[in-house]
Nanobody, 128 residues
C-alpha cells in the first residue's frame, strides 16, 4: 500500500515563502506503476485544484498558471520525497494542500481524477 506523509505548511505573510514535503513509501519511487506525483489544493467552498506535478522518471514538470514562476516542485529520489517550494505567496494561495501519486493518462495528468493516492493534507494560510 502506498502511503504519503506530508509536512510543512503554516501561516505566513504575503510575499513570504513556505516549503511543503511529501514522503512516500519506499516502493513508489521504484515502481513502474506510479510515475507521477503532484500537489493539489482546496480552498474553503471550492473544489480541489491542480497546482503542480512532476514525473518521477525524467523529472518533467507542469504548473497551474496561477503559480507559475512562484512555485517549484522537485523530487529527491534518495529520500523518496517530493517538495513544493512556494515563494511570493499571496492570500489567494490560502488552502489545504494535498500531495498525490498515481499513473494518470495524459489527459488526466493535471486532474484530481488521475491520482490514486493522497496525503493527509496540510494547511497553508497567507495573511495580507
Amino acid at each position: 500500500q502506498v502511503q504519503l506523509v506530508q509536512s510543512g505548511g503554516g501561516l505566513v505573510q504575503a510575499g513570504g515563502s513556505l516549503r511543503l514535503s511529501c514522503a512516500a513509501s519506499g516502493r513508489i519511487f521504484s515502481s513502474y506503476s506510479i510515475y507521477s506525483m503532484g500537489w493539489f489544493r482546496q480552498a474553503p467552498g471550492k473544489e480541489r485544484e491542480f497546482v503542480a506535478r512532476i514525473r518521477l522518471n525524467g523529472g518533467s514538470t507542469n504548473y497551474a498558471d496561477s503559480v507559475k514562476g512562484r512555485f517549484t516542485i522537485s523530487r529527491d529520489n534518495a529520500k523518496n520525497t517530493v517538495y513544493l517550494q512556494m515563494n511570493s505567496l499571496k492570500p489567494e494561495d490560502t488552502a489545504v494542500y494535498y500531495c498525490a501519486a498515481g499513473s494518470p493518462i495524459t489527459t488526466r495528468a493535471l486532474d484530481v481524477s488521475g491520482y490514486d493516492y493522497w496525503g493527509q493534507g496540510t494547511q497553508v494560510t497567507v495573511s495580507s
